[in-house]
């Protein structure tokens, strides 16, 4: 399994953005999916997870109500669509897969090489 992310890009606060993750291979129905993001200087944390089969959703706090993260079994894609963005929403966007509905980025085994995504004026 690949993962492959894009849509990030230079936008204005109060802008809105989706991203894309493109799996390559097959994902199970126990398979989880996430977004993380890490600024320049700053650890990776956690954004939001969408289980592959029952579609469960979990959002991190700074993000919720903001982001809704969704999965498309046909086209094996998960997006992350961000509303209402904030200079702070700048950083690199990390698709990841895994098996258990974590928080943790340590709980997940495959990862996709980034998208920057810049909020700024």
């Known amino acids: 399994v690949q993962l492959q992310a894009s849509g990030g890009g230079l936008v204005l606060p109060g802008d809105s953005l989706r991203l894309s993750c493109a799996v390559s291979g097959r994902l199970f129905s126990s398979s989880v999916a996430g977004w993380f993001r890490q600024a320049p200087g700053k650890k990776r944390d956690f954004v939001a997870l969408i289980s592959w089969g029952a579609g469960h959703t979990l959002y991190a706090d700074s993000v919720k109500g903001r982001v809704t993260i969704s999965r498309e079994k046909a086209e094996n894609t998960v997006y992350l669509q961000m509303n209402s963005l904030k200079p702070e929403d700048t950083a690199v966007y990390y698709c990841?897969?895994?098996?258990?509905?974590?928080?943790?980025?340590?709980?997940?085994?495959?990862w996709g090489q980034g998208t920057l995504v810049t909020v700024s004026s």
């Open positions: 990841a897969t895994g098996r258990y509905r974590s928080s943790a980025s340590e709980d997940y085994d495959l």
